[in-house]
Each structure stands twice: as C-alpha cells, then as structure tokens.
C-alpha cells in the first residue's frame, strides 16, 4: 500500500524538477483513473515552479583584529581570520504564460539563510498586460531599481561585495514598494532595447520592519540593454538613475555644511518651523558596461563604471539610511545631517584564454561629504566626524569556473581612508581584507 502511494508521488517531483523528462513520465500516467487525472491536475498547474540557489562559504582574513569592514561586514574586537557562509540563498519563482508564449505573472520569494538568522530578501509578484506586451507591475519586497551594480546578482558578480558607496546608500538593496515597467517582450518591437522602471518605496530598505514616516521615495531608470557595436565583437549598455526622496524631520535641529573663517564646518539650525519637513535623500547616478569577445571559447574583456552623487540625509557617526527614527542612548531624538557626497566604482574583467579562468580588477570610492577634505575633519568647532572621511578601495581577483555549480573566488581589498586630525583617523587604518570563497549553485 506504501508504495503505491509514494510511486506517483516520486513520477510527480520528477515531472516538476526535469523538463524535458517531463512528457516521458506524464505519458506513462493512466488518465482514465482518478489518480492520473489528479496528478495531471497537479502538474498542469505546477510545471511553472521553479527552484534556484546558492550558497557561499568563505574564509577570511583581515590586516587587523576587530578591522572594521564593508568586506562581509566588521571583525569582532579579538578576530583578524573568520570562516562564514557570507550567503545561503534559496529562491522560488512561479510563472504563468499565455497561449503566445508570453507572461501573465510572476511570483518571487528569496530567503537568505547563514549563521546570523534567516532574512526574507524577495517577495513580490508581477503582472504582465498581455495586450500591447509593454508593460507590467510589480508590488512587495524587491530591489530598487537604482543603477548596474544594485541589481546585479551576488551569485553571478565577479567581487564578493558590492562597492561601499552601494552597500551604504542601498543597504541589502531591496525595499517595501511598487513599481511600474515599461519593456517592449516581442522580438520585433522597435523599442525592446529599452527598459524603463518607475517606482515608489517606503526608503527604509530592510533595515527597517516599517515605515516610520509617510514620504516616499521616487525611484526611476532608464536603461538600454546590451547592443553590438557594428563592425566589432563588442557590445554597449548603460542607464541613468534618479531617486527623489527624503526622511521627515522628527526633531528641530538641522545639520547642514556651511564656512567660518574659510573653514568648512556643521551649522545647526535649531527653529520649530523644521520639525515635520522632509530631509532631502536625492541620488543621480549614471552607469555604462563595455563587454568585448576574445573568440570563441576564450570568453571576454568587460568594462563596467558607475557614478553617483546627490545628498544624504543621516546622522553625526553614519552616513547610512535610518531604519529607524534616530535617537539618543537617552531616548532623545538625534540631530539630523544633510551632506552631499559623490561615489563610483570602476570594473575591469578579463578572462584568461578561457571561460573558466577570469581576472578582475576593481577600484571604488564613496566621499560621503564632499566639502571637506582629509585635515578639515577633526578641526576644533567643526561638527565633523569619522563619517565624514572619504574611502577608496583597490581589489584584485582571481575566480576559477569549475563548471555551471561550482565556482572559486581568491580577492584581496586595498583600502585607504583620508588622513584627518581625529585620533585614531591620523594615518591610513589597517582594515584590508583577503576572501576566499566557494559557491555552490542550483
């Protein structure tokens, strides 16, 4: 009797999980018994799940004990080496398409699973209009449509980690809001090369179980997806980025950067009339990839360069943005600061005569205030702090594609901070960081 039961159940989870086995087994089901036309029911309905994930165990070891880091996040006060599964992701799409072969919806749900917890990281869904097959709308947790590096997945990225401007502006990349798209889906549509997404987000990120205020910020993209470049094996895309948005003032006192003796210094501004208005967050970036073939079988030459700037809205010790309201140790509400800063990266990739063997070379930096410079910080009367510092970063990188699963990652991170007069700021930090990394993928 056990096997009866469990014998169809077995012919079911490899009809969803092994495409083209699939025909073969639901050939074999008896249609004219209950029990066949049940699991044809099941399948008919199911066939559009899908499966994916991956996981990345990595050693580490940084130039000193308790080094703070955007390379997987700041050492313990007594470590310099750790082991960590920087990732462990599993995700789960459902999709339904028409008689044309185009899409109707898509269901996402991604959790990300280490030894620090389990963290939902997608979970939205998306309808297609299936007249003109222009346009679509999505509604949950997903990322923002913000510039190349945001969106690029960390399972198919050639850096363990997004550069600091990235992880500081877009903390973990994804938000609470809805966005409308617009991306022609016919082959012979005169637009297809274009995708244009337009969004509103609670601003918080996952940083935040709510939202604490009722602004929202406005995201936009217009992107041109990879063209050949004629009369070469090369091929161009890019994108320009806005967000327009900002936090509510929960507090009167208002930082913003003004002079004093030809010095560059915080001004507060401490009237009633600020509490209630909205602090800008305002970011326009711009963003360009340049992917050349070596030949067949030798793989590429890429390029990739993105450059952000705009204003910040954050606190004295963090340029991040809250999750919360900001509040004192005390319960106080924190003063906020406006800053305008500037960031970029800048991608060379080069494969080694094979596709399995590739090259990268990084170089990022994220000037989060970009009115003061190096000994402007820590001047007596000035407001300024360690976050107020510019930080560039050198990488270099080897990874090894053992096959279509398995992948291998050696990188080292170079990083140099603004030499300023606060103590323990007076000299470059010895915060460079070496990963080694596996990643498993399905």
């Known amino acids: 009797m056990r096997v009866t039961r469990i014998f169809p159940l077995v012919i079911l989870m490899l009809c969803l999980t092994v495409t083209a086995r699939a025909q073969f087994l639901m ?115 997903f990322a923002r449509p913000f510039g190349y590096e945001v969106n690029f997945s960390s399972a198919d990225r050639e850096t363990p980690e997004r550069g600091r401007m990235s992880q500081i502006l877009m903390k973990t990349e994804r938000d609470l809001g809805a966005m409308f798209s617009f991306e022609p889906r016919r082959k012979d549509h005169p637009l297809r090369f274009l995708k244009i997404d337009v969004g509103a987000f609670n601003g918080q990120g996952l940083t935040a179980t709510t939202d604490f205020d009722s602004h929202k910020d406005i995201i936009a993209r217009v992107a041109v997806k990879p063209q050949k470049i004629k009369g070469t094996l090369s091929q161009l895309s890019g994108g320009v980025s806005v967000l327009y948005g900002g936090m509510q003032q929960f507090t009167k006192e208002i930082n913003t950067m003004g002079f004093e003796n030809g010095k560059p210094v915080f001004r507060e501004d401490s009237a009633l009339k600020n509490v209630g208005k909205i602090a800008p967050r305002h970011y326009y970036g711009a963003d360009v990839q ?85 000994k402007d910080i820590g001047a007596p009367g000035a407001g300024l ?50 990963t080694c990394r596996m990643q498993y993928r399905f």
């Open 290 to 374: 340049w992917k050349i073939s070596n030949g067949k079988g030798k793989g590429y030459t890429q390029f990739r360069a993105e450059y952000i700037r705009g204003q910040q809205t954050a606190t004295a010790l963090s340029t991040e943005t809250p999750g919360i309201i900001p509040v004192t140790a005390q319960g106080g509400l924190q003063p906020l600061y406006i800053r305008n800063f500037d960031g970029a990266y800048l991608y060379y990739i080069q494969n080694l005569g094979s596709v399995k063997h590739q090259a990268v070379l990084k170089y990022d930096w994220y000037d989060p205030n970009t009115k003061v410079k190096g």
């Open 385 to 434: 702090t360690p976050a107020d510092i510019r930080y560039n970063t050198l990488g270099i990188g080897y990874l090894y594609y053992a096959n279509e699963h398995l992948k291998f990652m050696v990188y080292y991170d170079w990083v140099t901070n603004e030499k300023t007069d606060l103590d323990g700021y007076k000299d470059d930090l010895k915060d460079n960081v070496l």
């Open 27 to 141: 050939d074999m089901i008896d249609t004219t018994t209950e029990m066949g036309k049940g699991m044809i029911s099941m399948y008919m309905k199911y066939d559009a799940l899908r499966f994916s994930g991956y996981i990345q165990p990595e050693f580490q070891m940084a130039q000193s004990r308790g080094a703070q880091s955007y390379a997987a996040g700041n050492f313990p006060a007594a470590v310099d080496n750790r082991f960590t599964l920087r990732r462990g992701r599993i995700r789960v799409d459902y999709e339904r398409y028409n008689k044309d072969d185009m899409p109707i919806v898509q269901f996402a749900f991604q959790f990300d699973g280490t030894e620090r917890g389990v963290f939902i990281r997608d979970f939205y869904g998306r309808f297609f209009e299936t007249k003109f097959n222009l346009f679509s709308l999505v509604g949950g947790m």
